[in-house]
C-alpha cells in the first residue's frame, strides 16, 4: 500500500526528480568559482614568490658586490704577463677581494684595483655611462649590484713601496728600481717581454735596468702607495704622474680591493699572487 502510493504520486516523483537536477546543476557552477579562485590565487602566490626571489637575490647581489667581491676587467697591457689585456682582444676578468683592506692596509707586492686618484690618471677614459639622464640613473643603480661598471676611471698595478718609503731608479748604478736604497726582487718581470717592447718601439721603451727612464727619489706620504705595472716598460703607473699633487701616489682610500683570482677566460683561470718585491 505504502508502495503503490509512493510511485503513483507524479507531483512527488517530478519534486524529487527537479531536486537531484538542481543538486547537479548547482554544486557544478560552485567547482567552477572555486577552481577559478584557486586559479587567481595560484597565480598571485606565484608572482609574490617571484618578487621575494628576486629581492633576496638582488639583496645578496648588492652586499656582495659592495662588502666581499667584485669582477673588473682588465683593458690594459700595463700588468702583462701576470694579469693580460689588449684592445681588441679578450682581457682577463679579475675578481677583488674588498675586505681585506678594512683590516689591514695594503703591502708591498699585492696587486691592487684602484680608482684614479687625479685627473692625469685619466688619459683616454670616457665614463660608460649614457648622456640620457634616466639611463644615466639606471646604470648607476645597476652598478650598486655589479649589473653595470662603476662610474669612475678604475686601474691595476702591483703596489711597490708604501707611506713612508723613498722609492728610485737610477740608470747608472744598475740597480732598477729601489725602496729605501735596497734594489727589488721583481720575478713576475718578463725580461724578453721588456726586450720585445724595446725593440718594436725603436729603442724608446724597455731599455735598461729602469725600463723606462729615471725618477725620484721620491717619498710616498703616509697613507698612499707607490704603484707600478708589471709590464714595467709599457706602464703609465706613479711614474707618469710624478707632477700631480700626490707626485704620483695612489691614496690608500682611493683602492678599491686586493685581486684575487682570475676567473676568465677559462684558459687563464687562477689565482693571483702576491710577491714581496722588498724581501
Known amino acids: 500500500m505504502d508502495d503503490n502510493s509512493r510511485g503513483d504520486d507524479p507531483s512527488q516523483a517530478n519534486e524529487e526528480s527537479g531536486s537531484g ?4 546543476s548547482d554544486p557544478g557552477f560552485t567547482f567552477q568559482e572555486d577552481a577559478s579562485d584557486d586559479e587567481e590565487k595560484g597565480k598571485s602566490r606565484w608572482l609574490r614568490e617571484l618578487l621575494i626571489i628576486v629581492a633576496i637575490v638582488l639583496v645578496l647581489m648588492f652586499v656582495f658586490t659592495q662588502f666581499f667581491f667584485r669582477q673588473y676587467v682588465v683593458p690594459s697591457e700595463s700588468m702583462e704577463p701576470t694579469l693580460h689585456g689588449c684592445y681588441g682582444c679578450t682581457n682577463d676578468h679579475i675578481v677583488v677581494d674588498k675586505m681585506v683592506y678594512r683590516f689591514s692596509d695594503p703591502e708591498p707586492g699585492d696587486v691592487v684595483v684602484f680608482k684614479a686618484p687625479t685627473s692625469s690618471w685619466d688619459g683616454g677614459w670616457s665614463s660608460p655611462r649614457s648622456s640620457n639622464p634616466v639611463m644615466h640613473k639606471v646604470q648607476d643603480v645597476l652598478a650598486w649590484f655589479a649589473l653595470a661598471p662603476p662610474d669612475e676611471n678604475n686601474l691595476v698595478k702591483r703596489v711597490i713601496a708604501t707611506g713612508g718609503q723613498t722609492v728610485q731608479c737610477r740608470e747608472a748604478d744598475g740597480k732598477g ?4 736604497g735596497k734594489a727589488l726582487n721583481e ?13 718594436q718601439s725603436g729603442g724608446v721603451l724597455g731599455q735598461g735596468s729602469c725600463y723606462g727612464e729615471d725618477f725620484g727619489p721620491i717619498k710616498v706620504p703616509e697613507g698612499n702607495l707607490w704603484v707600478m705595472g708589471d709590464n714595467r716598460s709599457n706602464s703609465a ?4 704622474h710624478i707632477d700631480d699633487e700626490y707626485q704620483g701616489t695612489v691614496p690608500v682610500s682611493d683602492v678599491r680591493g686586493k ?3 682570475i676567473i676568465y677566460p677559462f684558459s687563464r683561470i687562477g689565482g693571483v699572487g702576491s ?3 722588498q724581501s
Open 275 to 277: 710577491v714581496n718585491p
Open 177 to 180: 728600481v729601489t725602496v729605501d
Open 259 to 261: 685581486v684575487r683570482f
Open 187 to 199: 720575478p713576475y718581470i718578463d725580461k724578453q717581454l721588456q726586450a720585445q717592447t724595446y725593440q
Open 237 to 240: 703607473d706613479s711614474r707618469a
Open 21 to 24: 537536477e538542481d543538486a547537479q
